[in-house]
């Protein structure tokens, strides 16, 4: 199987063209005067000065995160997507620009990192752990590949097979593990990009190398005062929390911090793709099994611990101060494009989808230019960024963060969502989520219109005709799901998730794809202690949340009753009116007694409406709530 | 209002006399034992052994808290009480060998403490925020008058009142607040004990300095690197924390450090008491209300929040992961005691009861040598002390802590617990608790039957006889509270929760009070999260809760049906046989689905046991609840 590049799929979709054209107009200029420091709001990235006074243009000191070169690399990246979208002759000059002045910062031995060359020449690869020079270098590597492929700019690729040699002949020889997993990544892209197989074995070499030896950390880790992440202290000891404690291929488990976690299962999933490596592919599966099984939130989020922004146990998603970090959930995106490379199999588009339309999107405010790093279910204005455990959790979105990984990590996805799209083996068009696009596949064009997500209908034209077939995945929520080709029932057959419909298809051949929305009540398994006894409500592939904005009652009083009857309804004030929203009739549930007494609460009826969970906090600051308590008449 | 005085008490109560001969025959051996650092199983507590290193008589440094001192000062206030329950001529000897110890410690001066005897003489009385030498000696000044009062023993009463005139001639002078409130304390019982009213003022000089200058401790706290609690850092500009941002008059809500706040609201009672201030006693309404109007557990349990064991937020009561430290609930019934002491109220009297039978309890183990610093009203075995956020929570109680605050808390209360049931004035003689117990009172000796906590039954002997009212604290729970005076119904005037009857005794008349004690279910204010949609069950002055060892099913499964009738039961496996548990039928939740699904979970029916909270966590390792999920049958 082969996916259709981002080159040959042009997204027509009304619902994704916004957030594209988003990306294009407003999230990635913005970023990108981040980078210049000419946000005034904003705390002063120095993200591209640091370049300028690694190659001796500026005088200063280094200033950020030690991985402050990876917001360069992620916003070129996003660059070379939007070019795909939007030609910009401007951009193409100033990335050019950027380009050039990091290839100035390139050491004459194909070493590339400022924080290095600037602030300690002698203690590079000292110190994997923590250091970041592989992620970063990972990241550079991503974005040339992304320059290359997309816009046809390979300024930065000379500059990144430099910098991989450097990395080949040093790693090649001696053990390396990266501390923070990326570099597999940006190898394996390369490889793709250039065909030199070197950077393929360098990235399994990282891979296999992994937890082969628990004690490398340990062992390799020197004392290096000063280096941290954000406050906290990573000991060399906890092998868990990078994954090093076990080999690849015997991860059975989610562990850890969860986007070091994700990136590190989305190159073992390319990696399997490349080689074929079953027992590779055989661990991503287990995990995966495991982490949307019993560590992932109903909107797709993921690392439910703000204690190094990590996966934890088994059912424990605190639903007000979990963490779900934007970041994991597009890493999650990553992940199942991946494992979609490997087998067109529903359960990988089914999280996509989820991934997409909820907790990755939740992470930009409409207008592009605000981000939550953190992704609540629940927010609770009482406790929110005030009580202690909550620190973490803000009830609006705020313009930038210092550790800025979340901001381009949304850019570059959407940006480049074309790809996720399409995907061809020998006989078989596949096509794993139903986004209105257009793609050049080797039996021509094919184009898909859909309504989604707000209506359960598609439609995918056959341009040019050809024998072959069409495989379209079909949503897990959609139970009923009739095809028709021009207009006449069809019955595909139905393989894991995926419509199989084999057909000498005519120019102009219409595949429709209909299926009833119906508003779903979502149930957690009740060892989630903080969903039992609640429902979650959805609608295609939505999660919704109920916001004190459309309330007289404040929303985290209400209760459903268990037969209500919830309804689909547009026009909700502040939201664009095409929109879906969801209406009910539910009970406000409140006490005039004491803290403690033997009357329940008082139950009096409310209007209800529930918004797109993507959509909250982008009105009145309020509180929220994904899941609603639920009366017990829907109970068996 | 005067107390009828320890001395004066004799506890007769079946299930408080069990309580207290664990005291004088285990814990306060069992204590003096760490404090000797004979425990083999608990870390060296070094407790005397820095006396006898301050003076000179050993060799060494000191060892343990800052604080280490009031660890023997709280052991000998227990003693004194032990003593008054069962004279024991060793226990005198080994209490006078500790006192000589003590005597010898204390400087020419009247200075006595051996963190800066040993460590650093030159910095005494230079950090109030963190060194706890006020702490420290107010805790010795309790011993002192305990000892005094209660077993007539008065060598410390000479070291104390040494102690008190070296900290009066130097704060009467200058400007000084407590960083742990507990000095004030001491220095209003040594007044009682003295009669010198220079102590008093001195108390009342440190509660109305404090929160007058809200920067005091930020300009007067040197650096001195070392001096921790445990842990995390106090900041001097964190005034909160220990309540110094406000003068005393001006509080209004509980906030900072849980027993820092108690411990000064206690002294604010006392001093009220001693003064007839009424804003003082005020204030202590006003945050009295705050506290179990919004801040309590429905066991009792204060100081929500693990960080800087702490109150937090209106009704932010987490349930699994709250702290509630066993000093704290002491310190509730400290308070509720000095405020009886300022008037004969049924809340206050209704909030000792529920420390008492409760939280307070909770924190010892049934043999009387483990306990818990934390109490949660859940814990679930996935994550206490497993999981970040949960480290503080354990499923056992230990054998001791460096911290070692806690036990001699619980020891100090229950052994003197007899000076908190009875109280009389001019012509009434008050009975705040129902506690079998013999108390001598002006009237002559009174004494109360009691089948509390299992039956609603008291009766009150008025042994000699004479003209005076009676005035019985009639718990809150009771509904129908019926009165007889030697078997005939007779009706008390009602008020502020207490029944008054005046009446010309006769010897041996008798007071009968009968109540129904049904089971209760108790519903929060639905703001408490963790309690929304569940109920609590109680009967009488116990807070039941569900423990796996009773059950076929996970306890946190457990649903219980709105209507289920909830019966009295007795004869729980591993607990007293006279001991009454609760028992209903429920229902178990769970699935057999995905973690997310349309299908709620499938309830089966099971057997459902309740014990008192208090018992919990004395049987096998398992999980426990206190709030239970209830179906809506019960519901309006």
Redesign the interface.
């Known amino acids: 199987m082969r996916e259709i590049p981002l080159r040959d799929v042009h997204i027509t979709d009304a619902f994704w063209t916004a957030r594209q054209t988003l990306m294009t107009d407003v999230t990635i200029p913005y970023m990108e005067r981040i980078l210049r420091d000419m946000v005034p709001d904003a705390e002063p990235s120095h993200a591209l000065q640091n370049f300028r006074i690694a190659c001796g243009e500026e005088q200063g000191a280094f200033h950020g995160m030690i991985f402050q070169d990876s917001d360069v690399a992620k916003w070129l990246e996003s660059a070379a997507y939007s070019l795909a979208l939007k030609p910009d002759a401007e951009l193409r000059r100033r990335v050019d620009e950027v380009v050039a002045l990091i290839g100035r910062c390139q050491q004459p031995d194909g070493y590339l990192n400022t924080y290095f060359t600037v602030k300690e020449p002698e203690n590079r690869w000292k110190n994997l752990l923590e250091c970041h020079e592989l992620y970063c270098a990972g990241h550079m590597l991503e974005a040339a590949a992304a320059l290359h492929e997309t816009a046809g700019m390979d300024g930065l690729l000379e500059v990144a097979v430099r910098l991989a040699d450097h990395i080949c002949d040093r790693f090649e020889r001696e053990e390396g593990i990266p501390g923070h997993q990326e570099i597999e990544i940006g190898l394996l892209r390369l490889y793709r990009a250039t065909g030199r197989a070197r950077y393929r074995d360098m990235a399994l070499r990282f891979l296999n190398l992994r937890g082969q030896d628990p004690d490398w950390f340990a062992r390799h880790t020197p004392a290096h005062p000063g280096v941290h992440y954000g406050g906290y202290d990573i000991s060399p000891e906890d092998t868990v929390y990078n994954q090093s404690d076990v080999p690849v291929r015997a991860q059975t488990r989610a562990r850890g911090h969860a986007v070091r976690q994700l990136y590190m299962l989305t190159a073992m999933a390319d990696a399997a793709y490349e080689t074929g490596d079953t027992g590779m592919l055989e661990a991503c599966e287990r995990v995966f099994e495991n982490i ?3 560590q ?1 939130y ?1 909107t797709g989020a993921v690392g439910a ?4 922004e990590s996966f ?5 998603l605190p639903d ?2 979990g963490y779900g970090e934007t970041c994991a959930s597009v890493a999650m995106a990553f992940f199942a494009r991946q494992m979609l490379k490997n087998r067109a199999d529903g359960q990988y588009a089914d999280l996509l989808e989820l991934e997409l339309y909820n907790a990755v999107l939740a992470g930009m405010q409409l207008d592009g230019c605000r981000f939550f790093y953190v992704n609540p279910l629940q927010l ?1 204005l ?2 929110a960024g ?4 909550y620190e973490h959790v803000l009830p609006r979105r705020p313009g930038w963060y210092r550790c800025a990984c979340c901001p381009p990590n949304l850019a570059r996805l959407i940006a480049s969502l074309g790809a996720y799209l399409w995907a061809e083996d020998a006989d078989t068009v596949y096509c794993h989520l139903l986004i209105g696009s257009e793609a050049m596949t080797s039996h021509g064009r094919i184009r898909l219109d859909s309504g989604y997500p707000w209506e359960g209908r598609a439609e995918v034209t056959v341009t040019d005709g050809g024998t072959f077939t069409l495989a379209v995945h079909i949503p897990a929520h959609a139970q009923t799901c009739v095809f028709t080709v021009n207009g006449e029932r069809v019955v595909p057959e139905e393989k894991n998730g995926y419509g199989y419909l084999w057909r000498v298809w005519q120019p102009g051949d219409r595949l429709g794809i209909t299926f009833d929305m119906p508003v ?10 903080d969903c ?2 609640r429902v ?1 409500l959805a609608r295609g592939p939505l999660v919704y949340c109920l916001e004190d904005a459309d309330h007289a009652v404040p929303v ?2 209400i ?1 459903l009753p268990g037969q209500a009857e919830v309804q689909p309804c547009r026009e909700i004030p502040g939201l664009p009116s095409e929109w879906v929203g969801l209406r009910t009739e539910g009970l406000a ?3 005039d ?11 009096t009826p409310c209007r209800v409406t529930a918004i797109p969970y993507f959509a909250w906090a982008n009105r009145q600051l309020g509180n929220m709530t994904v899941w609603i ?1 639920e ?6």
């Open positions: 949307t099984g019993t992932m109903v611990s703000a204690y190094h934890t146990v088994p059912y424990d007000s101060r609770d009482r406790l005030r009580v202690p455990g779903r009540r979502i149930y957690a398994d009740p060892r989630v202690r039992a006894g979650a985290l009083s209760v549930e409140e006490t007694g004491p803290l403690y007494g033997t009357q329940p609460p008082v139950r308590r009366t017990d008449t829907g109970h068996t």
